[in-house]
């Protein structure tokens, strides 16, 4: 029973990787499914067993990053609230960068911006004690910052981000 699983896990991680793969070489709307396989050495039949087309491997990877920002926010203690929240926020960009990368340079601004939106609204729902106008600036700020870093338009380091950061929002309040 545990075979199957496991087979399962390792066909959606070829999957995800041989989408990763050709990500760096070529755009989305340039990929096809046969792409996938080929590069995954995979049958399309396999593709299809666990997703319906390429834009469920990026929802199922925009999910998982989403998981995992909540994670850590419920797994920190935040004590000072905006502070918390920038290290948070930028330590989880800098350990998921690979990710991000991906998304960022497959997917249209409209879809990045729903991202932006579902994170404000997420954030705003946890009751950090953070002004809704506060989490607007923090999430559109940085990820204006980050989108641009992924691009590679400008290069900063990430304790760079969160000096600058922090001390944009010490002088605010």
Same mark, same amino acid.
């Given at each position: ?70 994670? !850590?926010?419920?797994?920190? @203690? $935040?004590?000072?609230?905006?502070? *918390? &929240?920038?290290? %948070?926020? =930028? +330590? ?36 950090? !004690?953070?002004?809704?106008? @506060? $989490?607007?600036?923090?999430?559109? *700020? &940085?990820?204006? %910052?980050? =989108? +641009? ?25």
């Amino acid at each position: 029973m545990k075979a199957p699983y496991r087979n399962s896990i390792r066909s959606k991680e070829l999957i995800r990787n041989a989408l990763i793969s050709l990500l760096n070489q070529k755009s989305l709307m340039e990929i096809s499914v046969s792409d996938i396989a080929k590069t995954a050495n995979i049958n399309r039949g396999t593709f299809y067993n666990h997703y319906n087309n390429l834009s469920e491997i990026l929802e199922e990877i925009k999910e998982e990053l989403m998981q995992r920002f909540e994670e !850590g926010l419920k797994n920190s @203690s $935040i004590n000072n609230r905006m502070e *918390g &929240l920038i290290e %948070i926020t =930028i +330590d989880h960009f800098e350990k998921n960068e690979k990710d991000y990368r991906v998304i960022v340079n497959a997917v249209p601004s409209s879809s990045i911006d729903r991202i932006k939106k579902e994170i404000i609204e997420h954030l705003n729902n946890l009751n950090l !004690g953070i002004d809704l106008l @506060s $989490i607007y600036f923090v999430v559109n *700020g &940085l990820s204006g %910052i980050y =989108i +641009d870093y992924l691009k590679n338009y400008i290069d900063f380091t990430y304790d760079e981000i969160k000096k600058l950061t922090k001390n944009i929002f010490s002088q605010l309040i």
